[in-house]
């Protein structure tokens, strides 16, 4: 048998503020040292994006820079997290 080389999940987001659930695919990354979102996500669904002072790069595992660019924006707002089944 051939180890996964990638996980993905079907999660839960709970946005606190307005109690809206949305239920979205997501690629767990255990050597992730944070979590990212895609831009496009964040506006369709209302998060508020902020500005960063400085851009932040991103490296893959292989030391190479991510194809997607800089971090440009962040977001941090109270949600909740839950997975409501496990990998596909």
């Avoid at 993905?8 to 949305?22: A, L, Q, S, Y």
């Avoid at 991510?66 to 971090?71: A, V």
Wanted: proline letters at 3%.
């Amino acid at each position: 048998m051939q180890p996964l080389r990638e996980v993905w999940m079907m999660i839960g987001i709970e946005k606190v503020d307005t109690h809206k659930r949305i239920m979205v695919k997501v690629l767990l990354d255990s050597g992730a040292t944070r979590m990212f979102v895609d831009k496009k996500f964040a506006k369709k669904y209302g998060f508020k994006l902020e500005k960063l002072e400085r851009p932040s790069r991103v490296t893959n595992v292989n030391k190479s820079h991510n194809s997607g660019g800089l971090i440009i924006h962040e977001y941090y707002a109270p949600s909740s997290i839950s997975v409501f089944s496990s990998c596909l």
